[in-house]
């Protein structure tokens, strides 16, 4: 099994002629800004290496989010260490980057794509300051600073609304990372970290949720921007 692996690694690498974007995105994650990530379960392959299908190489036929979930290794499993991340993407070169959020890792706040664009323009207008934003063709997530489970709890409760678009993305959550794939299409950054900077700065998620919650009731027809 190991010289199969080797194997296909090396043809891999004969045919991009570098090392794959995910490895040098994984190592940035884990030893750069110190967040500890994990390979999702990737795409099915549909024929040769590197062609994949659209369904999710997890055993559930009704997978909801195809390849952007960890299966095996587990959530549990995510880690900071440069030679475990080096480990598994030598051997899954394309996996998807899955981010353990929570603890000490960054955590989001994701709504609907649509609405994250709407969202995004109206929060520049209004001068919100933000840290990297993630988009998927069906999601986009606002990375915010570490919070606890009461944390949000309490800031729920404390506001009158909240958009039901809305998704928390916190301790014992994870999120895919750029530049994975997943079955809708490709992830990417739609506000990427600085090039070389150490880890990027993340704003309060009570500043994200005010900054929502008051883009969306402020709609000039008096509807949510945040919705579906």
Not at 77 to 82: G, I, K, R, V
Not at 103 to 130: F, H, I, K, Q
Request: aromatic share 8%; glycine share 12%.
């Amino acid at each position: 099994m190991r010289e199969i692996l080797g194997r296909r690694r090396r043809l891999w690498f004969r045919r991009n002629g570098r090392r794959p974007a995910q490895l040098e995105a994984a190592l940035t994650c884990a030893t750069a800004w110190n967040w500890p990530v994990l390979p999702g379960a990737g795409l099915k392959s549909a024929g040769g290496l590197g062609t994949r299908g659209r369904g999710c190489s997890c055993p559930d036929p009704d997978c909801v989010v195809p390849g952007a979930h960890p299966f095996d290794p587990g959530l549990l499993t995510a880690t900071t260490d440069a030679r475990m991340v080096r480990w598994w993407w030598n051997n899954r070169p394309t996996a998807p980057i899955i981010l353990a959020t929570g603890g000490t890792a960054p955590c989001a706040v994701s709504l609907p794509a649509v609405a994250g664009a709407r969202a995004l323009v109206e929060l520049d207008r209004m001068g919100m300051r933000l840290g990297p934003v993630v988009a998927t063709p069906t999601r986009w997530s606002l990375l915010v600073a570490p919070y606890s489970l009461e944390q949000l709890g309490e800031l729920l409760y404390s506001k009158d609304w909240v958009p039901s678009s809305l998704r928390f993305h916190g301790e014992g959550g994870y999120l895919v990372l750029p530049p994975s794939e997943a079955a809708g299409g490709q992830v990417r950054w739609e506000r990427a970290p600085l090039e070389g900077s150490a880890a990027p700065w993340l704003p309060d998620v009570e500043a994200v949720v005010d900054a929502l919650v008051e883009a969306s009731t402020g709609a000039p027809d008096g509807g949510s921007r945040l919705a579906y």
